[in-house]
């Protein structure tokens, strides 16, 4: 009787190269050595995101993406407003107090030449729009416009509560 020829063993199967990661899109135009710089400069001027986005020449939604990618971009950009933010606090403070201003009122002769001038205080009264916006801001659960109230209470001849016999119906 003939012997069965011995099976060969199998060749495992040659190793591919490790496949780059594919890159879809476009190449980013975010460059590390400008676009902090830049992001710092530009909210420090009191730029809207949606404004720098468009003067660095990208979508609000790249820009937003450059935010989340890149820390040192967020950390300028946040660097970048606070002082818009403080002086915008300070302004809305000072309108929301009321504020003095001086007026200079000038008199002139039938030839223009200056003849004198008066300084006049002014009260600029507190802007009731400015204390809503602070207050519903700042003490939220004092101010918000609305409020929730929760009602407990039975109906005297079942015992049931409300809300039990309004989920039977």
Known sequence: MASKPKARPKKKPAKKPAKKPETRGRPTKYNAS???RMALIMASSGMIDKDMAESMGVHKSTFDKWKNDHPEFRKALTKGKEGP???????LFKSGKGYFVDEVTQYHDTDGNETGGVTTRKW???DGTCLIFALTNRKPDDWKRMKQVEIHATIEETGKTIA???SEV
Not at 85 to 91: C, D, G, M, S, W
Request: charged share 30%; no cysteine; glycine share 0%.
């Open 124 to 126: 600029i009264k507190p």
């Open 34 to 36: 400008w676009a902090p």
């Open 85 to 91: 933010n403080e002086e915008l606090e300070a302004a």
């Open 164 to 166: 039990d016999a309004l």
